[in-house]
């Protein structure tokens, strides 16, 4: 009786085993599509071509804008390649195909074959760039080519209403640009370019933020180079001081500051050039004064030689909250910023997005006294060459950064030098600490032949903090190194197109920070 239950149930096993074979069904879905060429888009179409899937009666392809929550485009078609035309202009496209087999229950899934972005449409129209736009106004500029331009419109974004038009006469069309003002401030805008009734090109763009605060506006006033530091005396604390674009300002004698400033390049879209403050004298503080910050943007601050000029050289007891230099340009000068004497307390020094060239013994950033002190220090995306020294400290700070930075020719050649230098015993700590991150050091600068340079002195309490840096193999160390820095193969004539004119574009593209170190402006 075992031996009959155990044969019954193996007999009945073995049937549902059979039974449930022969349910598979049919064969099952084909496979997905897989992508043949790369997709391709050299106008307002797209290319798209997959390998062909045994057993498919036809493909069916689709395209979307946002991701096949909706469908821009559909095609079915017995071919492995298929170009959707007549698509908008510059837009980013997704690409989805699938198998169709003659039994539809057997059709593939779509398989994602990425995504492209259509050409621009061909355009004799120049995207206006920073420099063009203010907060009211833009500067329309085409390359002459074909049909004289006759008009331009500039639409709303956010509903494409014509806000302003403009007819071109003869000045216009020979200077190839055009000056549209009256347009809002923070304002998404199109610009429609024409040449009678044809669509010449169209570019989008915003407006600037509209400058507030008290302003003192300079730029109506020119050939007069004492305008200056004649309309500082006058003005009240707070005030933003624009100065025209291509003019110069002579500080010709000493000047104490006392208050809240900022000079500022004001806008001009027909002159991008800088203001120069020249300075023969250079700016000091008075005595006592309390002072939120003081503020450089957008100009250039030249000295007129490197033995005895500076753009602060403050030897009077005073109290700043904010020293700082934005997209400025900084030269020939003994130092840019010397607390020479007295108690001098700043509590933030930067400098960001500039340009440093043929500074002398005092350096960038010098705190000449240990009385003074700066608690925050920051150079940031900045590129100081032919300097003979870039932040000395005699007295304690609470951080220093130094970020994004390219250095050449700097400091002094002499294995006493430092780019960073907490020179004195008892007050040269920095509390929180050095960093120093993404940053290219070149050669030293010649000092009677010799090039040989140290990077950074403090206490053993300062934790230095540092990461990504580089120099280059003609940077020559007497130690006091950033930890973990690498050095290079190549010099800085190899790595940069013309360091020595202040050239510091990177043309090594083997070089592994090409971009992601140094000075952002310079990176691949």
Excluded at 151 to 163: G, M, N, P, R
């Amino acid at each position: 009786m075992k031996k009959l239950l155990f044969i019954s149930l193996a007999a009945t096993l073995v049937f549902i085993a059979c039974k449930k074979v022969e349910d598979l069904g049919e064969a099952p879905r084909l496979f997905r599509p897989v992508i043949k060429d790369a997709l391709l888009s050299e106008g307002n179409w797209i290319k798209v071509s997959w390998q062909p899937i045994k057993g498919a009666a036809s493909y069916t392809a689709e395209i979307s804008v946002d991701s096949f929550k909706t469908v821009a485009g559909r095609i079915t078609t017995d071919t492995n390649v298929h170009v959707f035309e007549n698509l908008y202009w510059e837009k980013l496209y997704q690409v989805r195909v699938k198998a169709v087999a003659a039994d539809t229950s057997h059709n593939s899934k779509f398989a994602d074959l990425g995504a492209i972005k259509t050409a621009r449409f061909p355009t004799i129209l120049n995207i206006p760039s920073l420099s063009e736009v203010n907060d009211n106004s833009v500067k329309v500029s085409w390359t002459t080519s074909g049909a004289a331009v006759t008009e331009v419109k500039i639409l709303l974004a956010a509903d494409s209403s014509v806000v302003k038009t403009a007819t071109m006469n003869g000045t216009d069309v020979a200077n190839a640009y055009k000056l549209v003002s009256g347009l809002n401030a923070s304002t998404a805008y199109i610009i429609f370019l024409y040449s009678g009734t044809t669509v010449r090109g169209w570019a989008n763009f915003t407006t600037k933020a509209a400058l507030t605060g008290a302003l003192i506006d300079l730029r109506n006033i020119t050939g007069v180079p004492s305008l200056l530091i004649d309309t500082i005396p006058d003005i009240a604390s707070g005030s933003i001081i624009l100065l025209k674009r291509g003019e110069t300002y002579n500080i010709s004698t000493s000047l104490s500051l006392n208050k809240t400033l900022t000079f500022m390049a004001g806008d001009d879209l027909l002159n991008p050039a800088k203001p120069i403050i020249l300075m023969p004298s250079n700016f000091n503080i008075a005595s006592g004064a309390v002072i939120d910050s003081i503020v450089f943007n957008d100009v250039v601050l030249r000295g007129t030689d490197y033995a005895s000029k500076y753009v602060f050289n403050i030897n009077a007891a005073c109290t700043i909250g904010k020293i700082r230099f934005e997209n400025c340009v900084a030269e020939i000068f003994r130092g840019v910023l010397r607390a020479q004497s007295q108690p001098v307390i700043i509590t933030n020094l930067e400098m960001n997005n500039c340009i440093v060239d043929s500074i002398s013994n005092y350096g960038v950033f010098n705190i000449d006294v240990a009385t003074s002190r700066a608690d925050y220090i920051k150079i940031t995306n900045s590129t100081i060459y032919k300097a003979e020294k870039v932040i000395t400290s005699r007295n304690n700070s609470i951080a220093v950064l130094v970020e994004n930075c390219t250095f050449n020719e700097a400091p002094a050649g002499n294995s006493s030098s430092y780019y960073i230098d907490y020179s004195t015993s008892g007050t040269n700590n920095v509390t929180n600490g050095i960093t120093v991150n993404n940053c290219i050091f070149g050669i030293g600068k010649n000092s009677s032949g010799a090039y040989t340079v140290r990077d950074v002195r403090a206490n053993a309490a300062t934790i230095i903090n540092t990461s990504n840096n580089f120099r280059t193999s003609d940077h020559l160390s007497a130690g006091n190194d950033f930890p973990s820095i690498t050095t290079l193969g190549i010099s800085a004539a190899q790595l940069w197109q013309d360091p020595a004119a202040g050239n510091f574009k990177i043309i090594n593209t083997s070089f592994t920070g090409r971009s992601n170190s140094g000075d952002p402006r310079w990176r691949l």
